[in-house]
């Protein structure tokens, strides 16, 4: 039994090879995962992320902030606010993500997807959107986004998933999560050495947030890239709290969105640091 085990597990990683686009990240704990899925049934939790839609924006005395009050009735068809409009992936990349689901599915492994709407980016990326817009209307608009989100989501041959705030799928987790950004951030902050983070990806985030968000006051961009930094890490940590948990278990980011080192190092340094493997992630076509 142990045998053919093994055997369908290298034929499952032989498949997803082919189909990938990226080495696995940390192969050997997603083997573990794959072991637990065909001999506990214990579901693997793929999950990716969709960020909401937002722009930027001024105020009356000309302060410069992300704004998610938008349209998302032109959102979800697709009609751009600016040239860095981030359209939701459910509907951009839709296809791309139903063929995913229907290979997962021809794998025939346990499991369950999540989307993740990251409304952190409003909580600890740009708290100056919460004060100007009130915390009231930016979730009525994340709660919206999700609600259209799952609407899509709903159209994949998918038999277990969810759509869901980060903060509502690991609250009793946040202030934890809060301790670890908070001193993320404060060692970036104070251009002290990072552990287990190299600092060119901080350079490369940096650039990424220009071309990603559109800004170029140099000191917003910095302290957006440090907060950036700081959440992946923090959100790195909260995943390997769950991964025993019935909610979340072996959880394993199906990274489509950003599928680069830089992404898998600045998700993976507070993990190491705290003595834990690296989040497994595949990078599926």
């Not at 009356?60 to 606010?81: A, M, P, Q, T, W």
């Not at 038999?159 to 202030?175: A, G, H, I, P, R």
């Not at 251009?191 to 600092?199: P, R, S």
């Not at 390997?240 to 830089?262: D, M, Q």
């Amino acid at each position: 039994m142990k045998k053919e085990i093994e055997k369908k597990i290298e034929e499952i990683l032989k498949k997803i090879k082919e189909n990938s686009f990226m080495k696995i990240e940390n192969e050997e704990k997603f083997k573990k995962y794959l072991r637990d899925a065909l001999e506990k049934n214990i579901p693997i939790t793929f999950f990716n992320w969709e960020c909401p839609t937002r722009f930027l924006d001024k105020t009356s005395d000309g302060r410069i902030f992300v704004n998610y009050d938008l349209d998302l009735e032109k959102i979800f068809n697709l009609e751009k606010y600016d040239d860095f409009t981030e359209f939701p992936r459910c509907v951009d990349e839709f296809q791309r993500e139903k063929n995913i689901f229907e290979f997962l599915n021809s794998l025939k492994i346990p499991y369950r997807f999540v989307k993740l709407i990251a409304d952190t980016n409003a909580l600890y990326l740009n708290k100056e959107s919460l004060k100007i817009l009130g915390e009231e209307k930016v979730y009525q608009k994340f709660n919206e986004f999700k609600e259209r989100v799952f609407e899509q989501v709903k159209k994949y041959p998918l038999d277990n998933f969810s759509v869901e705030l980060f903060t509502e799928k690991f609250q009793d987790k946040m202030s934890f999560y809060n301790e670890v950004f908070q001193e993320n951030y404060k060692k970036l902050k104070n251009k002290e050495k990072i552990d287990l983070l190299d600092k060119k990806f901080v350079e490369l985030q940096k650039e990424r947030t220009r071309k990603h968000m559109g800004m170029d006051d140099e000191k917003m961009i910095e302290d957006f890239t440090y907060r950036t930094i700081a959440s992946y890490g923090a959100e790195g940590v909260i995943f390997s709290l769950f991964e025993k948990s019935n909610i979340f278990s072996n959880p394993v980011w199906l990274n489509i969105e950003e599928a680069n080192e830089r992404t898998k190092a600045i998700t993976n340094f507070s993990r190491l640091k705290n003595g834990e493997e690296k989040l497994p992630m595949v990078f599926l076509k």
